[in-house]
């Protein structure tokens, strides 16, 4: 089609981060188009943003809109150098603690399981890295930040985060 344009979300940009070991990232971050809050604005850490920034995004702007409209947030997604929705390898290793082969059950397939243990630089980035980045870029509430991820997301935000805190 000779009039196609690429597609983009309004306010929304992406751009390479690398973390301590030189492995990069996809970074995803909308900011809304209003003035932010005194204390800055809340903030919303994707995981696997290849897979779930524009719908996630598309909700936030959409709902914090209108006349019952949510409070606006930031929403930043940690992706990987991917068109993949998922990005099974990656995943494995930044979602995981240690295990040997021998603690892991077999596999359906047959198939060796990818390279895990690698949570802690994973947090290390997040905290050392992107949040400072994010801070930089915008207006930011720090006390008012929430991470969501899915499977193995879900356990590296929900379980290993805050019992580690």
């Known amino acids: 089609m000779e009039n196609a344009k690429p597609f983009h979300i309004p306010n929304a940009m992406q751009w390479t981060m690398e973390n301590n070991q030189g492995e990069p990232y996809r970074m995803m971050m909308w900011v809304p188009d209003t003035e932010a809050p005194p204390n800055g604005f809340p903030v ?28 606006p947030a930031v929403v930043v997604g940690i992706g990987y150098d991917s068109d993949k929705p998922i990005v099974t390898e990656r995943r494995f290793k930044d979602y995981t603690l240690p295990a040997s082969p021998e603690e892991l059950r ?4 047959g198939m060796a399981w990818p390279e895990n243990g690698g949570i802690e630089e994973f947090l290390d980035f997040i905290e050392g890295k992107v949040k400072p980045e994010v801070a930089r870029l915008t207006s930011i509430n720090r006390y008012r930040q929430a991470i969501f ?17």
């Open 106 to 109: 077999k596999r359906k397939n």
């Open 149 to 165: 991820g899915h499977s193995l997301g879900g356990f590296f935000g929900a379980l290993y985060i805050i019992y580690q805190k």
């Open 44 to 71: 919303y850490y994707l995981l696997d943003a290849n897979a779930i920034f524009a719908t996630v995004t598309e909700t936030i702007r959409v709902q914090s809109s209108g006349p019952r409209k949510l409070e």
